[in-house]
């Protein structure tokens, strides 16, 4: 199983970014998804979450509204579309799956992805 996350980058408060995250390996439709987000000296923390149908999806409330979770599963990709971007949104983003449909527990997330870099300017 592998997941590759990318579009991470440099931008400036108040910007976009979107990030991909490309699955192999693994049945996708199968699994729900989730991004996560870490800054130096700290865990892993929730970010949002997607459904295997993408009929569900969740945010943490520091995102809620900004931040859009989506998933094609004829690509086996998962995206996360930031807008309105805050230098608090600086973090290594992190695509992760899970078996089970959707949670935003991070333990229940058994693959992941290597990360990739958001830094929002102020």
């Known amino acids: 199983v592998q997941l590759q996350a990318s579009g991470g980058g440099l931008v400036q408060a108040g910007g976009s970014l979107r990030l991909s995250c490309a699955a192999s390996?693994?049945?996708?439709?199968?699994?729900?998804m989730g991004w996560f987000r870490q800054t130096p000296g700290t865990g892993r923390v929730f970010v949002a979450a997607i459904s295997r149908s993408a009929g569900s999806t969740y945010y943490a409330d520091s995102v809620k509204g900004r931040f859009t979770i989506s998933r094609d599963n004829a690509k086996n990709t998962v995206y996360l579309q930031m807008n309105s971007l805050k230098p608090e949104d600086t973090a290594v983003y992190y695509c992760?799956?899970?078996?089970?449909?959707?949670?935003?527990?991070?333990?229940?997330?058994?693959?992941w992805g290597q990360g990739t870099l958001v830094t929002v300017s102020s």
């Open positions: 390996g693994l049945r996708f439709s199968s699994y729900g």
């Open positions: 992760a799956s899970t078996p089970n449909s959707i949670t935003t527990t991070r333990r229940y997330y058994d693959k």
